[in-house]
């Protein structure tokens, strides 16, 4: 009966089409069950602040992209420190990465002009179909996880083969075309970083065909009358090759490290860089794929666009594994091979918070 009774309160929150906003604008004070994040359920959460980190000068680290090709010393020092950074947290920041501030600042008003317009208008856009190349929801694994989050997502496929120009939300259609053009050059040099710190060549990931694709996902978190009693998001890590986020002011992002929850202060200009599972796999675990989440404030609306490089929509057969010039008899593999589509479809059929998918890869 339990079961029954939830299954319907999603179903009815479901059928509504209006969000998580939906029902802040209809003035609930109490958020609804299927929202409530049992503190029994982790250790990871009890009323947020269990294993929260007291030292606040704790951050991840920030790499300056100044002068990237200005000589070999210089990029060799950048490397080294994303090296560091990929293997000791699975998170850093960067700024002066090439993406200019107003461009960032006008994809956060048309994420913000897109979830606040009149509904009818956002309604055009609900689904559930992950296979399209835009759509707009609630929790795209609302009916796999154990418990709702508080956000709304716009999800947009930009590439190989981005959405023609009619089919992308009128709200925030420019915005999002010139931000993802920026930031998929940021993702090739990330690309090529990440190489270099694995001691490979710097194109060796894009040969591989790690970036041909990225998808953006414009989450908006409204403020909560109840934050203490659920998440914007539940522990998880990204199941892509890295994501690359942009961030308002608010804050509310963490970090698991080291068994404490570590918060990830927004910083003026700086874009957040965190490891995927697949590049987890790749590196034979020499780079991590770190957990994270995102409170539930009572303020907002709090406001972030991640972008995913993952080609998870397109149906290629590609089989990624740990790459062999890593490996040798002191550093066997892992993981067994797998395609992109096949480990994102193993991960979205748990829902967030489930067992680490990549331990369903594990040798």
């Known amino acids: ?76 020092r950048i490397v080294d420190e994303v090296g560091e950074a990929c293997e000791t947290w699975g998170f850093f920041q960067v700024v002066n990465h090439g993406v200019p501030q107003h461009v960032m600042d006008e994809m956060i008003r048309g ?22 190349k835009v759509f707009f929801n609630s929790n795209f694994d609302i009916y796999q996880s154990k418990v709702a989050n508080w956000r709304d997502t716009l999800a947009c496929l930009m ?20 931000y993802s053009e920026h930031v998929k050059r940021l993702g090739y040099i990330i690309f090529e970083l990440v190489a270099e710190a694995l001691g490979l060549e710097p194109n060796h990931l894009l040969d591989m065909e790690c970036a041909k694709g990225h ?23 990204d199941p892509d090759f890295f994501t690359i986020l942009l961030q308002d002011h608010i804050g509310g992002l963490q970090i698991y490290h080291q068994n404490q929850w570590i918060n990830i202060h927004p910083v ?19 780079f991590k794929s770190a957990e994270h989440r995102v409170l539930a404030k009572h303020i907002g609306p709090r406001i972030s666009v991640a972008c995913f490089f993952t080609t998870q929509l397109q149906p290629f057969d590609k089989l ?7 490996l040798s008899d002191e550093n066997p593999p892992l993981y067994k091979e797998t ?25």
């Open 215 to 237: 998808f953006i996902l414009s989450h908006y978190y409204p403020p909560c009358p109840e934050p203490d009693r659920t998440l914007g998001i539940t522990k998880h890590t």
């Open 111 to 132: 994420v913000r002009r897109f979830n606040e317009q009149p509904n009818e208008i956002k309604m055009g856009f609900y689904s559930r179909d992950h296979m399209k």
């Open 320 to 326: 990624y594994g740990p790459i062999k010039e890593l």
């Open 1 to 76: 009966m339990v079961d029954y009774d939830r299954v319907k309160e999603l179903k009815a929150f479901d059928d509504t089409k209006a969000g998580v906003k939906g029902l802040v604008d209809a003035g609930i004070v109490h958020i609804p069950e299927i929202f409530v994040t049992p503190a029994i359920i982790e250790n990871e959460f009890s009323a947020q602040n269990l294993n929260l980190c007291s030292d606040v000068n704790i951050q991840i680290p920030i790499i300056d992209l100044d002068d990237i090709n200005k000589d070999n010393f210089r990029r060799r």
């Open 268 to 286: 003026t200009g700086a874009l957040v860089i965190n490891l995927g599972d697949l590049l987890q796999l790749l590196s034979n675990d020499k």
């Open 159 to 178: 590439a190989p083969n981005p959405p023609s120009g009619d089919e992308l939300p009128d709200a925030c259609r420019e915005e999002l075309l010139q």
């Open 339 to 363: 395609t992109v589509r096949n480990y994102v479809s193993y991960y979205n059929s748990n829902g967030l918070g489930a067992r680490p998918s990549l331990l369903h890869f594990r040798l």
